[in-house]
């Protein structure tokens, strides 16, 4: 059973940053993209950042040179570091990875993050 679990979310001041991991289990991830999204309360979820098996990376507009994305196949893990942060980073942050199927997805329970102005 595949198993994301993420941490290191937490509250920041703007201008701060913070690191977030996200560790999978369950499953073979090297061949999957993961990355993360991110859902204020009332909005959608959004795609923040996300890496596939190639190393290939995407990045939403507004977090582009502030956010990197990477993952380390050797511990099934994937980081966002966030520097820079504004107050509208403030969202719960979830981890995913793609599965084998077309459109299969997993997910992770989500870290809050939250950046004081």
């Known amino acids: 059973q595949v198993q994301l679990v993420e941490s290191g979310g937490g509250l920041v001041q703007a201008g701060g940053s913070l690191r977030l991991s996200c560790a999978a289990s369950?499953?073979?991830?090297?061949?999957?993209?993961m990355g993360w999204y991110r859902q204020a309360p009332g909005m959608q979820r959004l795609l923040v950042a996300t890496?596939?098996?190639?190393?290939?990376?995407h990045y939403l507009d507004s977090v582009k040179g502030r956010f990197t994305i990477s993952r380390d196949n050797a511990k099934d893990t994937v980081y966002l570091q966030m520097n820079s942060l504004k107050p509208e980073d403030t969202a719960v942050y979830y981890c995913?990875?793609?599965?084998?199927?077309?459109?299969?997805?997993?997910w992770g329970r989500g870290t809050q993050v939250t950046v004081s102005s």
């Open positions: 369950g499953g073979i991830f090297s061949f999957s993209s």
């Open positions: 995913y990875t793609d599965g084998p199927a077309p459109d299969q997805y997993y």
């Open positions: 890496v596939n098996s190639m190393g290939q990376t």
